[in-house]
């Protein structure tokens, strides 16, 4: 697994949760890393992205509750979820452009996926 995602969980209404993503040692340097959300029988929707100078991209829906975040030193990707709503309930996937070991390349990455359920 080359990206892994943690950090979700059950949340009432207006709670907080924080995801983190991780890539692996194969990955050598990231340049942009993100969030998608896939809810049941949906298509994923794009929620946020942070490049590796902290330039950063929200959905609508989830500006002024969600802050994206990146440590480059450790290729991590936090997503802090605040005032969280039930509409938020979806499998959170991260991704990343970066370079692998490898390959003089960039490559798209992806994560496992990680479940939000928030409660109404």
């Known amino acids: 697994v080359q990206l892994q995602a943690s950090g979700g969980g059950w949340v009432q209404s207006g709670g907080s949760l924080r995801l983190s993503c991780t890539a692996s040692r194969s990955i050598l340097r990231v340049t942009s890393m993100g969030w998608l959300r896939q809810a049941p029988g949906n298509e994923p929707t794009f929620v946020a992205s942070?490049?590796?100078?902290?330039?950063?991209v929200y959905a609508d829906p989830v500006k002024g509750r969600f802050t994206i975040s990146i440590d480059t030193a450790e290729n991590t990707v936090y997503l802090q979820m605040n005032n969280l709503k039930p509409e938020d309930t979806a499998v959170y996937y991260c991704?990343?452009?970066?370079?692998?070991?490898?390959?003089?390349?960039?490559?798209?990455?992806w994560g496992q996926g990680t479940q939000v359920t928030v409660s109404s």
């Open positions: 991704n990343a452009d970066a370079f692998p070991v490898y390959s003089d390349y960039e490559e798209e990455f």
């Open positions: 942070i490049t590796n100078s902290g330039d950063t």
